[in-house]
């Protein structure tokens, strides 16, 4: 990854640039920064005590003035935070104030907004704070409050997952959203990624890297970037050639995650293919619902951590015919096709906390042997190790064997495991996958959050996978990816491997689900208040993912919005359930499909404006002067929006 660094630290700082900055407002009500005017809350596991569980403390710098500081956390559930006692009105606001990091990864220092009813309830949401190795400003517009008239607003900053690390805090002010601001602009911003080289055509798509920049390869040759969206079910040639055309308006080139019917959109690309007309490639991810038989990985007490998410007992006898009989079966359908992009593993899966998912039966007796050799079969070693007192090997149980605090030889002893259980996962389904379907793409697992691909050992991907798959919902305070999601990629991108981002969507106000008509789906925290700011950000974030030079594709999750599934509601789709278009949506992510497509075929390089007056498309000129000033359209735009863009359009 040492050859990517430069390049990958001037595309974030391109990316940051464009980060809009928010106007200063007067009216702010200061937070009281001594300790005692603020809680601290842990949620221990006994018999462990708060004070065992995270650090809490206060302190005072030149710069900043008064600070608080959370971690480490090393023991405990949900989060670690201090808590402003006096609650501010559930109204919109600017949350500011100075933060600095400590051996924290991407994306563990967080702030915490819950909302209280008078009847108790609560609705919380939860905004990221990026990386500071010095004190940094931040500020986090939020615009939308929760329905059903919330009384009051708590705000708080701490830890979301446990670490050696530590959060420090000063300066924290709520102020008024400042009127003049425009969050969401008409304009997506620059193409800057790498021009693509073509290649040798080969049977199968694979990647490779050009200069600096990945590239997917499609079977004759061509470098490609991925834009996919997960594909709606249908039930005839006709309606998926609909679809396949629906998808490519919208600046699609590709299905992924899960279609709604795998057997027809296989028959739908056979067909296009047999006409000679191109078909819709597709990257597939594996679900595990299938796998009944198979144990999963449970804490004695605490079960497996997510439901629809947990992660597989890897020494179950069972588990390896199961996962071979899933790829076998979707490989049924897809025949082999060169249109077949790749696999992902799985979705989702829950790294957090594994080593103390110990209690399935076949990896509880792999746990035992594992600590016999550990301990060269001597359980006074354990015992002298541990502070136990146990008899022999058998005295051990998954209730003893729990870690409850990371410390100590228990938890290193674990930890150790849970990093061979990890590997034993990534070799056995990577190596199935790629010995009934040779030479084809296999990525990671999508992992889902920051916490999960911090503790999923990303140093062994790289041995075991073509590319690493992460799931990435930005917060969307403001236009484009926030500071943290760009420290996040950062730390996926040190491993050295191309990413694809396997969902991704933009939720907005203004679509009917979050305004309390319906149970309120945990996506409100992430909504923009109108579909014109939905499009506007969604087109913002394609081309910022697209600079990313790691990056190889990012899939939009999903077709349809989601209305009573698992009684969930949430403004996900390009389409309404009822397969209405949300029109603005499909209209900004087809300029920028257009401009991105333009790009790779060496019409133009440069800069995507707005719907009406794109500068890109195929044909156009580099040199154009619409305007008539004397200057090159794109050059102009180029100059007056990022230096680097400017750079590349002149040369």
């Not at 949401?125 to 004190?135: C, F, K, M, N």
């Not at 979705?347 to 746990?367: I, K």
């Not at 889902?448 to 919902?473: I, K, P, R, T």
Request: one cysteine or more; hydrophobic letters at 45%.
């Amino acid at each position: 990854m040492r050859r990517l660094a430069p390049l990958v630290s001037l595309v974030l700082w391109c990316i940051a640039v464009g980060h809009l900055g928010l106007a200063r407002v007067e009216a702010a009500q200061v937070f009281d920064m001594a300790e005692a005017q603020w809680r601290a809350r842990v949620f221990p596991i006994a018999p462990l005590t708060a004070a065992q569980s995270c650090t809490f403390a206060s302190g005072q710098d030149a710069a900043v003035g008064a600070w608080l500081s959370v971690g480490p956390w090393v023991s405990g559930m949900y989060t670690s935070r201090y808590e402003y006692r006096t609650a501010v009105p559930p109204a919109g606001g600017v949350l500011r104030g100075w933060f600095r990091t400590e051996n924290l990864p991407a994306g563990y220092a967080l702030v915490y907004l819950r909302y209280r009813y008078a009847d108790g309830s609560t609705a919380d949401r939860t905004l990221a704070l990026g990386s500071a190795v010095q004190w940094q400003r931040f500020e986090l517009p939020v615009r939308t409050v929760p329905p059903g008239a919330p009384t009051d607003l708590t705000i708080a900053l701490g830890l979301g997952a446990l670490t050696q690390g530590r959060l420090l805090f000063a300066g924290v002010e709520w102020a008024e959203l400042p009127t003049e601001a425009e969050w969401f602009p008409p304009m997506a911003g620059p193409l800057v990624r790498g021009r693509p080289l073509p290649s040798t055509p080969a049977p199968r798509y694979r990647v490779e890297w050009q200069q600096g920049t990945a590239w997917l390869i499609a079977p004759d040759g061509r470098p490609w970037y991925l834009r996919s969206v997960d594909a709606p079910s249908f039930k005839s040639i006709e309606a998926g050639r609909a679809v396949v055309g629906q998808a490519h308006a919208a600046g699609f080139n590709a299905f992924g995650g899960w279609p709604g019917d795998l057997y027809w959109l296989t028959r739908t690309n056979n067909a296009l293919v047999a006409e000679g007309a191109a078909p819709m490639p597709l990257v597939l991810a594996l679900s595990y619902e299938s796998l009944s038989n198979v144990d999963w990985m449970i804490h004695p007490t605490e079960g497996g951590g997510g439901a629809g998410h947990e992660f597989p007992d890897v020494y179950d006898p069972d588990f390896e015919p199961a996962f071979r009989a899933i790829v076998s079966s979707r490989l049924a359908m897809t025949g082999g096709a060169s249109w077949f992009v790749g696999w992902f593993v799985g979705n989702e899966l829950t790294f957090r906390d594994l080593h103390r998912r110990l209690a399935s039966p076949a990896c509880w007796g792999a746990y035992v042997v594992f600590l016999r050799m550990r301990y060269g079969d001597s359980i006074a070693a354990l015992n002298a190790a541990w502070g136990a007192a146990l008899a022999d090997f058998g005295a051990l149980t998954p209730e003893l064997a729990d870690p409850l605090a990371r410390a100590g030889a228990k938890y290193e002893d674990a930890a150790a495991f849970k990093r061979v259980t990890v590997q034993r996962f990534y070799t056995r389904t990577a190596a199935i996958i790629r010995e009934l379907d040779p030479g084809r793409l296999v990525f990671s697992p999508r992992f889902n959050d920051f916490g999960h691909f911090q503790e999923a050992e990303a140093d062994l991907l790289a041995a075991a996978f073509d590319a690493v798959a992460v799931n990435v919902y930005p917060q969307n305070c403001e236009g484009g990816l926030a500071p943290a999601e760009r420290d996040y990629f950062a730390a996926v991108a040190a491993t050295g491997l191309p990413v694809l981002i396997g969902e991704w969507s933009v939720p907005a106000w203004d679509s009917g689900y979050y305004d309390g008509g319906h149970p309120l789906d945990f996506s409100w925290a992430r909504t923009v208040l109108s579909q014109a700011e939905r499009a506007w950000q969604a087109a913002r974030l394609q081309l910022q993912f697209y600079n990313l030079p790691f990056v190889i594709g990012a899939d939009w999750f999903k077709w349809h919005d989601i209305e009573g599934a698992g009684n969930r509601w949430a403004n996900r789709g390009l389409c309404r359930a009822d397969g209405t278009p949300w029109a603005e949506l499909q209209l900004a992510l087809g300029e920028v499909g257009a401009a991105i497509d333009a790009a790779e075929s060496g019409a133009i390089y440069g800069c995507y404006r707005r719907w009406a007056t794109a500068l890109v498309g195929t044909g156009d000129d580099p040199a154009a002067d619409r305007d008539g000033d004397g200057r090159s359209d794109l050059l102009e735009y180029a100059q007056n929006t990022d230096p680097l863009a400017a750079d590349q359009a002149s040369g």
